[in-house]
């Protein structure tokens, strides 16, 4: 659930939405003016009807209808006319605002620090753009419509029936303050509630997302029943929410309706007694009863768009929520700005980092790395290796001390400038579902297809693809569920070296290959290093050996430092873990240099 009580007010929020809505003042101010002529053609009607009753009717004079026909069938027409231009422009203004809404957020979404899609479950965050982005899209293309149409429609028949007759009138509203009492009483408990009906839609999307993502997982471990009931659980909290907001509003308007038969009684009743005494007519008294109904069911209307008008106030916090997100790693001003062509070395002075600011995962480390230096991170799972990464890439931010590229904090690097050169290589490396030549160009897009092909040849690609059905126009599908784990590598491998970053990262690139496609990424990835700064995140003995220095990592802390031979001397971590590997590659003889 939401773990931040939102208390932004309904005028903030609208007034935000105005600032999107402005630039379509146009098709706003068409729809508005077609809005309020619709109405005035519809308090026109029972006026209309009075007229032909006390003049046309009563005094049996048929011939008045030769002009009073066409007069009504004009502002009829009229009236379905502007019914139609108000819902075509309200609708391109609610289409087009929302739509510049989710650009942001989705904009957003690309800038911001990993930390947030760490710290909040996806489908939650999906859910602000699709769910909660339709929720005030409904709003604004009928929901605004109905608060314009119904609130001239109210205030017009107040003022023709004071018009008619104040006493009547009077009479007449004398109930409505019960009634909008009411509303305003229980409005107060629906925005809670539609709030809560937001956040556990958002949570039924999570779970149907894991559902789905894991379903391989779930089959495998016989968990398809749990599955069922966990999701199940977290609908019946979503239904009981909904049910919980619907009570609210099912619960005033059965007594605004009775509000408006009481209303009927009383024109009727003290109406009559006025027509006997001759201080209004019989037509006014009709117009008095369809006037009522023109000021009632608007206010009927109006408390189901204020479910709408809740919901959408909810659904537009959320979303101003994501847009008003901290990005955390950004780019320094303009001024102050550095752009780098290539990296020539990288520095870390004393780093220090936590996800939670209570708890380091990195703690003041350094290290230097220059020319064409290959630098090997060693270590247990959890030490720390992955979060340096992740801090040269900027993904986020030292808490403490700095990383120098090219001799700059790299907080004063234009992000971009600096990724462009560098190449990452993750364990489990993510494929888009598209072709495979589409994967491995993605990070240069210019790219040609001998391009294409002489990167995925060069890391001993090209003869796995080749295999594929349709080879290099073979679509990926999501999840790449119709490739094997090692052909997923390989093609990550021939897009980074597409790309030929000046540093090369690898992330225990090649721990999930299997021994002969690892003979295979070894030979490319000797190339594949040759003239570049490396960093290399691996178990693999055979990939460190690649390295000229290497690092060992304990919760945090770089505790051991030098070239294979002078660890393995040490007697330290690094050669417990060598001896380790060889005993479990099936080695009598454990060599110290190698």
Not at 61 to 80: D, Q, R
Not at 392 to 403: E, H, N, V
Request: aromatic share 10%; with cysteine.
């Amino acid at each position: 659930e939401e773990t931040k009580k939102r208390t932004v007010s309904d005028r903030t929020l609208i007034k935000r939405v105005y600032q999107y809505a402005k630039q379509y003042r146009r098709n706003l101010a068409i729809g508005v003016t077609t809005i309020l002529l619709g109405s005035v053609t519809g308090l026109l009607s029972p006026y209309l009807h009075k007229i032909a009753i006390d003049q046309i009717i009563l005094p049996a004079n048929l011939a008045g209808f030769l002009w009073w026909i066409p007069i009504f069938a004009f502002v009829t027409l009229m009236n379905y006319v502007f019914q139609y231009v108000q819902v075509f422009q309200m609708r391109i203004v609610g289409e087009k605002v929302v739509a510049k809404m989710r650009d942001e957020m989705i904009s957003k979404l690309q800038k911001i620090s990993l930390r947030y899609f760490s710290e909040g479950e996806i489908g939650r965050i999906m859910s602000r753009p699709t769910n909660d982005a339709n929720n005030v899209r409904i709003f604004l293309r009928m929901g605004l419509t109905s608060i314009i149409l119904d609130t001239s429609s109210i205030l017009g028949s107040f003022i023709i029936i004071f018009i008619l007759n104040v006493k009547l009138a009077l009479i007449a509203i004398s109930v409505l303050p019960f009634a909008v009492g009411l509303t305003w009483f229980l409005g107060k408990f629906s925005r809670s509630a539609y709030r809560k009906s937001l956040s556990t839609l958002a949570g039924l999307t999570t779970k149907m997302q894991e559902n789905l993502s894991g379903i391989k997982v779930i089959k495998s471990f016989v968990h398809e029943k749990k599955s069922y009931e966990e999701f199940s659980e977290t609908q019946d909290k979503n239904v009981k929410a909904n049910l919980h907001a619907v009570r609210i509003s099912a619960s005033y308007q059965p007594f605004v309706f009775f509000m408006r038969i009481i209303g009927t009684a009383l024109i009727l009743y003290f109406g009559a007694l006025m027509v006997l005494s001759g201080e209004i007519t019989l037509g006014t008294i009709v117009a008095f009863i369809e006037y009522q109904f023109l000021y009632f069911m608007p206010l009927m209307d109006l408390v189901v768009v204020y479910d709408q008008y809740q919901s959408a106030m909810a659904a537009t916090e959320r979303m101003f929520d994501l847009i008003d997100t901290n990005i955390e790693v950004e780019d320094p001003p303009l001024d102050e700005t550095v752009k780098i062509d290539t990296i020539d070395s990288v520095r870390f002075e004393n780093v220090t980092f936590g996800y939670d600011p209570t708890i380091s995962v990195v703690k003041n480390v350094s290290f230097t790395l220059e020319g064409s230096k290959k630098l090997a991170i060693v270590g247990a799972t959890g030490a720390g290796k992955s979060t340096m990464i992740n801090l040269l890439a900027r993904f986020y931010a030292p808490s403490d001390g700095r990383i120098l590229v090219n001799g700059y904090d790299v907080k004063n690097i234009k992000i971009d400038s600096l990724r462009r050169h560098m190449g990452i290589v993750l364990q489990d490396s993510f494929l888009f579902p598209m072709s495979v030549k589409d994967n491995i160009r993605f990070g240069r897009p210019e790219a040609t297809d001998q391009d294409v092909t002489e990167a995925a040849e060069a890391v001993g690609a090209h003869e796995c693809i080749m295999k594929l059905p349709g080879g290099y126009d073979h679509i990926i599908q999501e999840g790449s569920s119709n490739i094997s784990i090692g052909q997923r590598q390989l093609i990550s491998f021939a897009r980074t070296l597409l790309m030929n970053p000046r540093l090369l990262v690898l992330d225990e690139a090649t721990s999930s290959i299997d021994p002969y496609t690892e003979l295979v990424v070894q030979n490319a990835l000797r190339k594949l290093l040759e003239n570049r700064l490396a960093i290399i995140i691996a178990h693999r003995l055979s990939t460190i050996r690649l390295c000229d220095e290497i690092i060992v990592v304990e919760e945090g802390k770089a505790v051991e430092k030098g070239t294979h031979s002078e660890l393995m001397k040490t007697e330290g971590l690094y050669s417990q873990f060598y001896r380790m590997q060889f005993r479990e590659e099936g080695f009598d003889t454990i060599p110290v240099d190698t």
